[in-house]
C-alpha cells in the first residue's frame, strides 16, 4: 500500500483537491460546528474535503470502521471554562454525511459480512489513494539521489 508511505498531512491535502470532483459541500456546512468540543466553525472554506480525505485515510488505515469509532478518532478537548477539560466526541452528522457521500461515490462501502461491521475501502478508492500518494513517493526518491 503506498499511501502508508506518504507523509499524512500533505497526502490528506493532495487527496481533498482530488475529492472534490467526487463528492459535493452540503449547503448547511458553513454553518455547522465539527464537534461540542469546538467553539466556533471551521475557519478554512475547503474544510469539509479535508475532513473527508482524512475519513477515507482512516477507514482505509482502520476499516471496517464505523461512525462511533470515527467519532472518537477526530474528537478534542472540551474547554470547561474553570473547570478541567475533558474529552469531547465529533459531530457525528459531519462524519455520516462524509461516509454517505462516499459510498455514493463508490469509493467506501459498507461491510456487514464480518464480525466487525462498518465501512471499508473499494478498490476504486483504493487506486484513487495509491495514485495520489505515488507523487509523494516519486518526489522522496528523487530528494534521496
Not at 69 to 82: D, H, I, S, V
Not at 101 to 119: S, V, W
Amino acid at each position: 500500500m503506498r499511501f502508508y508511505q506518504a507523509p499524512p498531512q500533505q497526502f490528506i491535502l493532495a487527496l481533498s483537491k482530488e475529492l472534490k470532483s467526487h463528492i459535493a459541500m452540503p449547503d448547511w456546512a458553513f454553518f455547522v460546528k465539527t464537534g461540542n468540543g469546538r467553539e466556533r466553525p471551521p475557519t478554512q472554506s475547503d474544510w469539509f474535503f479535508i475532513r473527508a480525505a482524512a475519513v477515507l485515510r482512516a477507514v482505509a488505515i482502520n476499516g471496517p470502521i464505523g461512525t462511533q469509532k470515527l467519532r472518537t478518532k477526530f474528537g478534542n478537548r472540551k474547554n470547561n471554562g474553570f473547570r478541567p477539560e475533558h474529552f469531547a466526541k465529533a459531530g457525528g452528522s459531519v462524519i455520516r454525511e462524509i461516509l454517505q457521500q462516499l459510498d455514493k461515490a463508490g469509493l467506501t462501502k459498507q461491510e456487514l459480512k464480518n464480525i466487525h461491521k462498518g465501512r471499508i475501502v473499494t478498490p476504486k478508492g483504493q487506486s484513487m489513494m495509491d495514485k495520489v500518494a505515488k507523487q509523494f513517493i516519486t518526489e522522496k526518491k528523487d530528494a534521496a539521489q
